[in-house]
């Protein structure tokens, strides 16, 4: 593999033909529910990947910065979401991009509104963020007094055209196995739905309900009562999805190769070139034990599964140290070899290496500042 795919230094491989099943299944779910998908290009913010969800019926998506927006635009995506609140200090970019593509964005205050119809010189599509049970951002879903005085505040102008009501209920990550996933999916869904029917007896009429998250979208079997789905992870998927229970490890189609750099048999550890700048310091707790990734070996021309007690144990700014449980397996590796580790987080993993080698040796770009 080394040989084949010229690896050097730490390289995010990509399992192109995973990724494309992971999306498949997800633009099928979505069609079959009749919701649109807009999927969120967070996770692999490369203009060639975003292509392949053209094939797949998708003119719509989500993103998570302005900058992130301009990259799409200028590879021919005109209906984009910003799904991040409003920053003020980007109101040029804001403006920019309302004028060339259908832009949407969020808020949660009266007072954002109204700064948008001051600054705006073109309409922009606005959603109301709601609150449904994480607690990150959002209006509480029960505080209907704030969402009728934001509903009112936008069609005070033809500058915001209000589009509904969106929630991202990011707590299903903090939950192991799919009853539990698809009971917050259910209670975001209805909770959301509350606020629109409420809006409705106002006199607010076919407002949209966007929502999903790539735990809550991989376990439900039906969308349900939503305009439209947002998963963005999915496309990779990753070690803390699995771990989670929102997909297989054989789902997973990003893997990090790493050169090992050092073995110590009376430690039975080895040492790669893959650290924090590479990975993200993320990591996932379970069952006691942080993990910073998932071991697999390589097969003749694909990855395998995960192998049995091998923790990618710690990462520090650029090592990574690999604790075996398992003698055959720490057998196998010498100094010199590439280790291929799943990581923890693919969107940040990805985020951090700025490209992709797929496992034809092809280079994929992301964008990059
Ligand atoms: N929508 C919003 C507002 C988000 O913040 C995110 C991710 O953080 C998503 C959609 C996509 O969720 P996931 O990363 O679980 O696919």
């Given at each position: 593999m080394t040989q084949l795919l010229n690896i050097q230094t730490p390289t995010l491989l990509l399992d192109k033909q995973k990724a494309l099943r992971n999306l498949e299944r997800m633009a099928k779910k979505a069609h079959q529910s009749n919701v649109r998908f807009r999927p969120h290009f967070k996770t692999h913010q490369s203009a060639e990947i975003g292509d392949w969800f053209r094939d797949f019926g998708v003119t719509s998506i989500t993103v998570s910065s302005l900058r992130m927006a301009e990259y799409f635009a200028n590879h021919g995506w005109n209906d984009i979401t910003?799904?991040?609140?409003?920053?003020?200090?980007?109101i040029d970019r804001m403006r920019a991009l309302s004028e060339r593509i259908k832009l949407g964005v969020i808020v949660e205050s009266v007072d954002r509104v109204k700064f948008l119809q001051q600054q705006l010189k073109h309409p922009i599509q606005v959603w109301q963020k709601i609150d449904?049970?994480?607690?990150?951002?959002?209006?509480?879903?029960?505080d209907f007094e704030i969402h009728l005085q934001i509903a009112k505040a936008l069609n005070q102008s033809d500058m915001t055209q209000f589009q509904g009501l969106l929630a991202h209920?990011?707590?299903?990550?903090?939950t192991l196995g799919t009853h539990k996933k698809v009971e917050i999916y259910d209670t975001t869904v209805q909770r959301v739905n509350q606020v629109r029917d409420r809006l409705a007896e106002a006199g607010f009429n076919d407002l949209k309900v966007s929502i999903g998250d790539t735990p809550g979208c991989s376990v439900i079997d039906n969308f349900g009562n939503v305009s439209e789905v947002r998963p963005g992870n999915?496309?990779?998927?990753?070690w803390t999805q699995h771990s989670v229970g929102s997909?297989?490890?054989?789902?997973?189609a990003v893997a990090m190769a790493c050169p090992i750099v050092a073995k110590y048999p009376e430690k039975k550890s080895l040492t790669v070139y893959g650290g924090a700048v590479h990975f993200s310091k993320d990591s996932f707790t379970k069952d006691g034990r942080i993990s910073f990734g998932a071991v697999v070996p390589w097969q003749n021309d694909h990855w395998g599964l995960p192998l049995d007690r091998?923790?990618?144990a710690s990462l520090s700014q650029e090592h990574g140290l690999i604790e075996f449980g398992n003698q055959s397996a720490f057998d196998s590796?010498?100094?010199?070899d590439v280790m291929l580790v799943l990581p923890i987080h693919s969107c940040l993993t990805a985020d951090k290496m700025g490209a992709y080698r797929t496992l034809e040796g092809e280079t994929i770009s992301m964008m990059r500042l």
């Open positions: 910003v799904a991040f609140l409003v920053n003020t200090l980007e449904t049970g994480y607690g990150r951002t959002g209006i509480q879903w029960g209920a990011g707590h299903t990550y903090a999915f496309i990779f998927y990753d997909c297989d490890a054989e789902n997973i091998v923790h990618v590796y010498s100094v010199g």
